[in-house]
Each structure stands twice: as C-alpha cells, then as structure tokens.
C-alpha cells in the first residue's frame, strides 16, 4: 500500500502503472485536471446524469400539465401558459444538446474508445478535457438563462420567435450555450477520428474493428461537417437578435424560413449524431449476449458510413409546409426514404444475429430488445411524416412527437443498456440482475404507454405544443401523463440499483458477459494506461476462444490477449 | 540547437521525460512520426470545420445575392477596393513568410524561422490596421448593419444629390396619399408604410418596412400607381419578390443604381460585417498563434526533429488567408 500514501503522481508520471485508474490518485483535482480519457468518461457520464434528471423532471411538469384539458380556462392556474412554453423548450433542448448528442459518444465513447482500439489514450487527451469543460460551460450558460428569461420558443429556436422584441433575454445565454456544447461536440468528433486513424494497433484493420467504433466514426465525421453549419446559424441568430442584423426579419428584408434551412442542416443530421452510436452499442450486445457472431459485419459497418452521409441531403423533410416548392418537398421526400434502407439493414442484421444464437436475457440485452421494437415503431412512422400528402395532415402533430420520441428515447434506451453493460467494466462492481431487469421493464412499459397513444391523438389532430385543449384527447392525455410516472418509477429503481452496486455489488470480473472486444481483456477497472502489457488485436466476435469459468464467475481466454512486456 | 531542444520540452509540458527518448513525444504515441500525423490529420480536419463555419455565411451570400444582385451591386460600390486589394497583397506575402517560416524550421535555421513569424505577424498588424480604417471609414458615412443603417447623403456626389431632391418629393406624395387614402377608406397598409419609411430616411433614420405580401402594390396597373403618387418602376423593385432585379436585366459593377433604387441595403453591409468580421477574429486568433510561436521559437524549442506545432499553425494562417482571397472579390470586386 505503500504507493498509495506516495504524494499524488501527475498523471502519466510512469510508463507502467498497474493500479486502476479510478486509485491512481486521489482528490477532486486529480478528476478536474486528469488527462485521462475513462476518468473524463465518467466525469460526463456524472454530468450527463444530472442533466437527464432536470430534463425528465421538466417533461414531467409537462405532462403533468396535460393531464387537465382546459388550462387556458382555469382560474389562477399554478402553470400558466408561458411556463408551460418554457417546460417544453427547456426539456427539449436539455435532452437534444446537454444530453442526447453527447450521451452515448462523449461518456461511454470516451470511455471505451482508446480501450477497444487497444491504444492508451485518444489522440488530444488534452483537447479531450477541454471539450468536456466547453459542455459544462455550455450547459452552466443554457442553466443560467433560466434565471433570465428562459427561452420559450421550443428547442428550435426558430424565427422570428427567438428574433422578436418581445423574445426573452435568456435566448442569448441558450444559444450561446448550444453554441459552446457545438464545439464541445466537434472536438469530440475530431479527437475520435484522428485516434481511429492513427491509434490502432499493428494488424488491427478497419474490418477487425468492434461496429460500435464504425459507428462512434460515422457519428463524428456528422460532428465535424454539420455542427459548424448550427455554429454560425447560432452566432448569426445572436447578433441578429442583438445588434439586429436583418438575416430572418422581414422587416428588414430577412428571411425567416432560411433560418429553419440553415438550422436543419445541421439539426437533421444531428438526429443521426444520436441514433447512430446507440446502433453501434447494439450491434455489440446483440451479438454478445446472443453467444453469436454478428450477422453481415460489412454491411452494419457501411450502413452506419452511408446513414451518416443521407443524413445530410434529407433536413427538407422538416420543411414540408414552410412554403417551399412542390418539387424541393418531392425530392427531399424521396431522399428521406433512402435512409431506410442502410436503417432497415441493420435491424434485419441484428435479427439474424440473434436467429438461432444462445440469447441471455441479461438487463442489457433486455434493453437491446426494447430499442428494436421502439426504434422499428419510430422508424416506420417517419415513412408517414416523410410522405408528402400524409405529412401536410400529421405536420406538428403529437403524431410527430411520438415518432421523434420513439427515435430519440431510443438511443436513450440503449444508452441505458449500455451503461448496465460497461458498468462492471467503469467500476469494477456488478449491479443486481433482478432490479436492473425490473427497472428496464418498468421503463419499457412506461415508454409505451406514453408515446402510443400520442400516435392516436396525434393522427386525430391534437397539434403538438398546445397548451389547452379540446375534451376528446383528455383520454389519450390522461394515459401517456400515467405512462410517464411509470417510466419516472423505472428510472429511480434503476437508480438506486446502480448506486447501491457501487457500495455493496459483486466485485466484477474483468470479463463477465463473454465480449471478445479488447477491453473485456483487461482488468475490471481498467489501469491508467488500459492494459499490463500489450493487447492482440482479434475478431472481437469471434467467441471461440472464451469459456466460463465459475470460480471468476467470468469468462476467461484460452489463449491470452494481452501480452506482457 | 539541439540542447536546447532537449531542455526546453521538459518544460513545455506535463508529459515527463520518463521513459520515453523524447521529451516532446506524449505518452500515448509510440513515435514522434505518430503523433506527427496526428496533429496532422486533427489539423486538417478542423479546418474543414472551419470551412464549413464559414460556408454557411458564403451560403447565405450566395442566395441573398442571385434573389437580389441590385444590393450588392450598389454596396460593393461602397467598399473602397484599393484598401481591399492592399490588403489582399499584405495576407499572401504573409502567407509566404509563414511558409518560409515553416521552412526554416524544418531546417533549423532559428533566425529565418524568427525573421519569418515576424514578418508574418507584422502583416497580420498591417491587416487589421487597415480593416480598422475601412471600418472607420464606413462607420462615418452610417453604413452600419441592419437596423443601425443609417446613410449619411450628402457626401455622395451629384447623383446621390439629385436623388435626393426626387426622394423628398416622393416621400412627400406619398405622405399626401396615404392621408387621402385613409380618408377614401381604400388604403393599403403597404401604402403608408412606404410613405413613413421614406419620410424616416430622409429625417436620416431608417425604420423597419412593414412586411407586406409581395403582390401588394406590383398588381396595381402603372396609371394607378402614378396616380398614387409613385412611378412604377421604383415599385416594382420593391414589391417584386422573390426575384427583386434578378427577374429583369441583372445589374452589373458598371450600373450606378442610387439609394431609392435599391432597397435593403443594409443587409448588404449585415453580410459585409459578419463575413469580414468573423475572419478578422480568425486573422487575431492566427497572430496569438504567430506570437506565440515566436516565443517558442525565441527559446528554441523547433528543429528538424520537432517542427510539429510550426507546421500546423501555418496551415492556419493559409486558411484564414484562403478565406480572405474569397471575401476579396465576393465584396469589393463583383
């Protein structure tokens, strides 16, 4: 023990240290300053947490407000109308920026990457931390509007709401804030790309590579090209507000509708910055608790590459009723189904994965599960929306709600899967089966009895938004209002799962689900520098070489993967 | 030379020599060739980022420009393309010590990498000297963006004069007939919202047009249109849309257009502004890098065997220059 009481080392003092990194030093300034890719992992897994928490309490505020249908008749009402605008912009646009876009790249990304690629760190550790700090202070600005004005426009930002003299001051402090976390989310893209170049290991090909790095790839090559488009949409958006510009005011001559283009060029785009790295956690956990090779490893992995480029030829699709010509919506429309297709390749890939494999219904296969029944729902109703007679009917609908929520909360999903899958791996504890499973089908059911019945009032004619409406859809209300509390039971069981596991779970072994992808061959938690010795770069689906051993209760390799030296 | 190069990288950064043959080798990287590459490759690809920054504002150029080529014909005839074209010169002979630099760093040549930062970073000084005069310049005349627009007539010469004098007059009729129409009870709002503009303009201020639909007053036959006090020609100009002049003969560099001619052209100087005010916080961005450079090179931290950061703060200085050799002509030339 003698080298724990040794004054705190600076990180990377010595070439081999083989403490886990969570011991190599101690102290609130060895986390806020470390270099360390799995301790800045789990710093923005800390903070991404927080800000779900807030997101999920202002969604609940929401629903809690619709459980009434006439709130615009109440007397005195305890939720007047412009803090139901602010409920809903303020949930929207802390789970879209501070938490979505981030979530599974920039906590579990971080964490995995280098430890996958068998390297022992990203390229730009300290560009890495400079990233994390850009998203907490994007996030401290889009807090601290809250305090002045909070933004009321939706999670859009859209023209002229955020431009008129009558918008809140706290737009300034948002935008600036989506702002920063662009850059945050850019830099995080750039550190992964230049470290899946550069920091794979001799014989580790493109090929060899586990499918959630193609997919961590596709995604950062959308955060470099589209996040700078939303930077300069934001920065013209504030000194048009500001300094009054004219860009999207007609009252100068603007354009209103070239904001939305300029904003869903990135926003669209965006939406796959958050599907396509939940694809890639699947693409590993389907095959692994399926005990089965991944079906079609090519086409997964140029799926994601050809997700990643259709996503920026399709943001029209939002665009539909703004007035643009008949044949723009005709092409994008056309355009918009193209992305099904790479979509629809990976989920009949991950079927015929699991077609006649050994499958362990382990809380985070459970979650995989529950991400392909919600995302082939989400991913069928956009046909509708992307179909131009249906749309002008569906257009701002809850219809359109539940469908992006049935995309969107499908990354969610497996970001929850994911972290039950690595968690033994972050901190070297196992959580409790039995209540990881409870919580995971409590937010199943939760999540569905919330958002179906939004289907329903949506293609009736609810419009989204609304803060008071007619008696018909209090039902449909009444219903997906329940279906949140249910989902809000889910999260603290599994809450208190995860926590109670880092005091009193199993200690876990370094490889409990039998994964063969690298960092299932290092220790449970992994050492500063990711492994003791050097790592042999496999097929990471092929599980012949691994068997159970009950005395670890783990799975060990036959023939070592790392060696020493 | 080399000891220094030896001494200096323990300082430099957190990495310590530990282990590792060189000091300015991080501990993630194998060799100095792989981290090399990765600045390389990280470099580049920022600047993609960079481009694509940018981009949206040369988008937003692109189709404010084909919809209505009058404003920027008319604003460009506002930007003084001697200062424009001086300044085009000053970025690419500092382009060229900034490569010359890099050069010599590879060399170890320490005096030709000092000479050429410095040259580099006096012309990123020349640069922003006489951008701060052309806004000057601009700003005394009240071309501001947007809302502050706010044109002061009467250093514009002879035509400017005269279309003035037409200015008043219309306005007046305008006036006149926005009362009258009131009184008939047949008035468009877009009618008297033309009237109070003008009226604004010529007391010096700008106020914000109404928004109108575009047919408004374009659907009115040319006798009505006089008859209320406008020739129809200026209307047109105004209320057709989307095209604005692109529908009829587009403008050119040579076509005096005077100020009634053209509406809207303080987007003109909106674009202006953004466009060559965001690269000027990317020309003072480039110099800190410049200067901070020097200070490395002054304590001789570059040599064959590391020139890394060099390298890659030139790249950043060619981009921004690249982006001024677009800016150039966009504005001043075209």
Redesign the interface.
């Known amino acids: 023990m003698s080298t724990l009481n040794a004054p705190a080392a ?6 081999v240290d083989t403490r886990n990194y969570l011991k190599a030093s101690y102290g609130p300034v060895s986390w806020l300053l470390t ?1 360390d890719h799995k301790r800045i992992g789990v710093m923005y897994l800390v903070g991404i947490s927080v800000m779900f928490l807030l997101g999920g309490i202002f969604a609940l505020l929401v629903r809690t407000t619709l459980l009434f249908a006439n709130n615009a008749e109440a007397v005195d009402p305890l939720i007047t109308a412009e803090l139901y605008n602010r409920f809903f912009t303020l949930h929207g646009a802390i789970m879209v920026f501070i938490v979505i876009i981030p979530g599974i790249p920039a906590a579990l990304g971080n964490f995995v990457l280098p430890i996958m690629l068998g ?7 300290r ?1 890495n931390l400079l990233s994390f700090y850009m998203w907490m202070l994007g996030t401290a600005l889009a807090l601290a509007s809250l305090f002045f004005g909070a933004v009321d426009t939706g999670w859009t930002f859209y023209t002229p709401y955020s431009t008129s003299e009558n918008s809140p001051s706290g737009m300034i402090l948002v935008v600036t804030g989506a702002f920063i976390l662009g850059f945050s989310s ?1 830099f995080t893209g ?2 992964f ?2 470290t899946i ?3 794979r290991r001799p014989g580790q090909t493109w090929f060899r590579l586990p499918l959630f790095l193609w997919a961590i790839y596709s995604t950062a090559v959308i955060q ?2 589209a ?3 939303l ?3 934001l ?2 958006l504030i ?2 507000k500001t ?5 999207f ?6 354009d209103p509708v ?1 904001f939305q283009h ?1 904003f869903w060029f990135y926003s669209h785009p965006a939406v796959y910055i958050m599907i396509l790295p939940a694809m890639g956690v699947m693409s590993e956990i389907i095959s692994v608790f399926s005990r089965k090779h991944i079906f079609g490893y090519r086409f997964i992995a140029w799926s994601s590459v050809a997700i990643a480029l259709f996503g920026f030829i399709v943001w029209g699709h939002h665009m539909f009723t703004s007035g643009q010509s008949a044949l723009m919506n005709t092409i994008f429309s056309a355009l918009t189904f193209s992305v099904a297709v790479p979509s629809a390749i990976k989920v009949f890939n991950w079927l015929a994965t699991m077609y006649k494999g050994s499958i362990a219904l382990q809380t985070p296969m459970l979650y995989a599960l529950w991400f392909i029944w919600i995302f082939g729902i989400g991913g069928l109703t956009g046909l509708f929306l992307g179909t131009l007679a249906t749309d002008i009917h569906l257009h701002d609908t809850y219809f359109v709600v539940a469908h992006f929520h049935y995309v969107m909360a499908g990354t969610i999903f497996v970001l929850f899967g994911a972290i039950h899958y690595w968690w033994p791996k972050m901190f070297g504890r196992m959580y409790d089966e039995r209540q990881g499973a409870i919580a995971s089908i409590l937010l199943f059911i939760g999540f569905n009895l919330t958002f179906l019945p939004q289907f329903v009032m949506g293609s009736q004619g609810m419009p989204r938004r609304y803060y008071s409406y007619d008696e018909v859809y209090q039902v449909y209300h009444v219903l997906s209002s329940v279906g949140s509390y249910v989902m809000a039971a889910g999260l603290l069981v599994m809450g208190y799962c995860l926590f109670t596991s880092l005091k009193r779970g199993a200690k876990a072994p370094d490889n409990p689900w039998g994964s063969n992808s690298l960092e299932w061959h290092t220790t449970s938690p992994p050492p500063l ?1 990711n492994f003791n010795g050097t790592p042999v770069a496999d097929d990471p689906y092929d599980y012949h070489n691994l068997e159970w051993d009950p005395q670890i209760q783990g799975f060990r390799s036959k023939k070592p993967m790392v060696t020493s030296g | 030379m080399a000891d220094a190069v030896q001494t200096s990288g323990a300082s430099a950064g ?3 020599p ?3 043959h060189d000091p300015n080798l ?3 990287f194998d060799t100095m060739e ?1 981290q090399f ?2 600045g390389k ?2 470099m580049w ?2 600047l ?3 481009v ?6 040369f ?2 150029y692109a ?1 404010w420009r084909s919809n ?1 080529p009058e404003v920027f014909v008319y604003g460009a005839q506002k930007l003084d393309w001697k200062l424009g074209g001086i300044n085009t010169i000053v970025l690419l002979v500092s382009s060229f010590t900034m490569a010359w630099a890099v050069g010599c760093a590879q060399r170890g040549n320490r005096q030709g990498l000092l000479l050429g930062l410095g040259i580099t970073f006096l012309g990123g000084i020349g640069f922003m000297g006489i951008k701060s005069v052309e806004y000057t310049e601009k700003f005394s005349h009240g071309y501001y ?4 627009y706010n044109p002061t007539h009467h250093e514009e010469g002879h035509a400017a004069d005269h279309a003035d004098g037409e200015h008043a007059e219309t306005a007046d009729a305008a006036h006149a007939e926005a009362g009258a129409a009131d009184s008939h009870g047949d008035g468009h709002a877009a009618d008297s919202a033309h009237g109070e503009e003008s009226v604004a303009d010529s007391a010096g201020e700008l106020a ?4 109108r639909p575009p047919a408004a007053l374009a659907g009115l036959s040319a006798e009505r249109l006089t008859e209320l006090g406008y020739e129809p020609s200026k209307v047109l100009l105004a209320a057709e849309a989307p095209g604005g002049l692109a529908a009829s003969a587009p403008p050119t560099s040579e076509t005096k257009l005077s100020a009634e001619e053209v ?2 052209v ?2 003109f100087f ?2 202006y502004f ?1 466009m060559t005010g ?1 690269h000027g916080i990317h020309v003072l961005i480039g110099m800190a890098v410049i200067g901070w450079l020097f200070v490395r090179a002054l304590r001789g931290d570059f040599g064959p065997g590391y020139f890394e950061p060099v390298d890659l703060g030139g790249l950043y200085w060619h981009l921004v220059d690249l982006i001024w050799i677009y800016l150039f002509p966009l504005f001043y030339l075209i």
Request: aromatic share 10%.
């Open positions: 600076p990180a990377y003092a010595t070439a270099l390297a022992k760190d990203v390229a730009f550790p560009v850019v750039l550190n790309i230049v170049h550069q920091l470099i090209l996040t700078p488009v930077g300069i949409t920065l013209l000194v048009e300094m009054k510009m004219g860009f005011n007609p009252a100068y001559g603007g070239l300029f520098e | 957190h990495e310590g530990h282990g590792h991080a501990h993630h792989q590459e990765c490759l990280g690809l920022f993609a980022t960079e694509l920054l940018f981009g949206g504002l988008c937003w189709i209505h963006w947007g809302g502050s914000p047009q109404e928004v509406r809207n303080h987007l909106s674009i953004c965001l």
